[in-house]
T-cell receptor
Framework: QQQVKQSPQSLIVQKGGISIINCAYE??????FPWYQQFPGKGPALLIA?????SEKKEGRFTISFNKSAKQFSLHIMDSQPGDSATYFC???????????FGSGTKLNVKP | GAGVSQSPRYKVAKRGQDVALRCDPI?????LFWYQQALGQGPEFLTY????????KSGLPSDRFFAERPEGSVSTLKIQRTQQEDSAVYLC???????????FGQGTRLTVV
C-alpha cells in the first residue's frame, strides 16, 4: 500500500513553462512534506519542504501548494529550465515516526 | 567529508554471496537512515539509527538484511545470501538531529547476477 501517491510519472515542458507535479496522501499523522530532486547517479537532494500549518511556500522558482483538507500537495516549477531536468520525489514524514515515505517519482524533461 | 559518503559505489554479487555496504554520515549527525531504491521507483525505508541504537528496522525485507552502527557514526548494511530481487540502489541518509533535514549519499548500486 503506497502511502504517498505521485503523478504524473513523466512530464515534458518547454523552457520557460510551468512544471506541476502532484501528490496525495491518506495518513493524517504526516506533518512534514518535502520535495526531493534526483539526478542520474546521485542521491536525492532536498529542494523545498512545507508543514501543514501553511498553504503555500515559495523559494525562488519553486513553490509548494498544500491543501490539508484534500490531503494533497503539489510542486510548481516556474520558468522551467533544461537544468531542471531530473526526477522529482514528494515525500511525507509523521510527527511520531522519523522516516520518509516517498512517492514513485516524476521524470521531468525540460526542452530547450 | 562534507557530505554522506557511501562505498562501494557499485557492487556486483553472485546470487548467494554476502555483501556489506558502508555509510559514512556527516560528522556529528545523530540520525542515520538506510533506504532501498528499485529502478524507476522512489526510495523505500529500510531502517533508522539514533546514535548507535537501531530504533526502527520495520522496513528490512527479510532476516537476510542486517544493519549496524556500533559506535554511532559509520554504519554497515549487510545482505546475506543475496538474491536477484535484492538488486537496487541502497541509499544512506543522515540528519543532525531526529526530525531534522536529511542529507542523502549517492548510493550503492547492487546488482545480483
Amino acid at each position: 500500500q503506497q502511502q504517498v501517491k505521485q503523478s504524473p510519472q513523466s512530464l515534458i515542458v518547454q523552457k520557460g513553462g510551468i512544471s506541476i507535479i502532484n501528490c496525495a496522501y491518506e495518513n493524517t499523522a504526516f506533518d512534514y512534506f518535502p520535495w526531493y530532486q534526483q539526478f542520474p547517479g546521485k542521491g536525492p537532494a532536498l529542494l523545498i519542504a512545507i508543514r501543514p500549518d501553511v498553504s503555500e511556500k515559495k523559494e525562488g522558482r519553486f513553490t509548494i501548494s498544500f491543501n490539508k483538507s484534500a490531503k494533497q500537495f503539489s510542486l510548481h516549477i516556474m520558468d522551467s529550465q533544461p537544468g531542471d531536468s531530473a526526477t522529482y520525489f514528494c515525500a511525507a514524514r509523521g510527527y511520531n515516526f522519523n522516516k520518509f515515505y516517498f512517492g514513485s517519482g516524476t521524470k521531468l524533461n525540460v526542452k530547450p | 567529508g562534507a557530505g554522506v559518503s557511501q562505498s562501494p559505489r557499485y557492487k556486483v554479487a553472485k546470487r548467494g554471496q554476502d555483501v556489506a555496504l558502508r555509510c559514512d554520515p556527516i560528522s556529528g549527525h545523530v540520525s542515520l537512515f538506510w533506504y532501498q531504491q528499485a529502478l524507476g521507483q522512489g526510495p523505500e525505508f529500510l531502517t533508522y539509527f539514533q546514535n548507535e541504537a537501531q530504533l526502527d528496522k520495520s522496513g528490512l525485507p527479510s532476516d537476510r538484511f542486517f544493519a549496524e552502527r556500533p559506535e554511532g557514526s559509520v554504519s554497515t548494511l549487510k545482505i546475506q545470501r543475496t538474491q536477484q530481487e535484492d538488486s537496487a540502489v541502497y541509499l544512506c541518509a543522515s540528519s543532525l538531529q531526529p526530525y531534522a533535514e536529511a542529507f542523502f549519499g549517492q548510493g550503492t548500486r547492487l546488482t545480483v547476477v
